[in-house]
């Protein structure tokens, strides 16, 4: 097991791609590395929990993993108090540049040790993260140890079932290699976080298109394409991307 001073190679990996991406791109998407319609599909499913009162007015909120500060100007904006945090420098330079107004609040830290005291949040978001980290328990344990009383968490994790993972598996098992990804079963991050003392008590399916197939964009905001992906046993064992687990502090 890797200590808590050492940084595995894969780790160190993603922290150069993520650096090396916000020192050449711009671009929110680019930034993080998702594909333009990725970001979209996410934000468009975010929009949906903030619309439907996930979370409460005037929360105080952290984004571990902020990247160019997506989802921090977007909390700020409706109301929110939010810390956006990442490892990546070059990466919060793009966050601070998107936000002249300074309507969020930055800073460089590790998930693996968040300088903040027990309780410090209403609300913790993790997206985007899970599948960079070597030990993604050690981050969920942080997130909920800053969680207060109440407080509601949402991670995301890659879908191990979907095509594409399984695919990147078979794909590193032929070439023998370490695949570049974690991925965590949703099942997995909910021990995780009932151990840190969470309920996780919904899954949300992230449908994002292929990249090579753009078009399919549209009909994945269609109501039946999520009530399919919801409800369906086999469509919802493979469809998603990615699925969002949110948690909860009683």
């Not at 601070?96 to 300074?102: E, Q, S, T």
């Not at 590790?110 to 978001?125: K, T």
């Not at 879908?159 to 099942?187: E, F, K």
């Amino acid at each position: 097991m890797t200590e808590p001073g050492e940084r595995p190679t894969f780790e160190r990996e993603w922290r150069r791609r993520f650096e090396a991406r916000a020192s050449r791109f711009e671009a929110d998407h680019a930034v993080s590395g998702w594909s333009d319609a990725g970001l979209r599909r996410r934000l468009a499913v975010f929009d949906g929990l903030l619309d439907e009162g996930w979370l409460p007015p005037g929360q105080r909120v952290l984004e571990l993993g902020c990247g160019a500060g997506t989802y921090v100007r977007r909390l700020a904006k409706a109301g929110h108090r939010v810390v956006g945090l990442d490892y990546s420098r070059p990466s919060l330079g793009r966050a601070l540049a998107a936000d002249p107004a300074g309507v969020g609040r930055y800073l460089a830290a590790e998930a693996y040790a968040l300088p903040f005291a027990a309780g410090a949040f209403d609300a913790v978001l993790c997206i985007g993260v899970l599948q960079a980290l070597a030990q993604p328990e050690r981050a969920l344990a942080e997130m909920a140890r800053v969680l207060a009383p109440g407080g509601r968490a949402l991670v995301e994790t890659l879908n191990p079932w979907s095509p594409l993972a399984a695919w990147r598996r078979l794909s590193s098992g032929a070439r023998r290699q370490a695949t570049r990804l974690t991925y965590c079963a949703p099942q997995r991050v909910e021990r995780a976080l009932r151990g840190a003392g969470l309920h996780a008590f919904r899954h949300v399916a992230v449908l994002v298109p292929p990249r090579s197939l753009p078009v399919a964009e549209r009909a994945m905001g269609q109501a039946w394409v999520a009530r399919a992906a919801r409800s369906v046993p086999g469509v919802r064992l493979i469809a998603p991307h990615a699925v969002w687990v949110l948690g909860s502090r009683p």
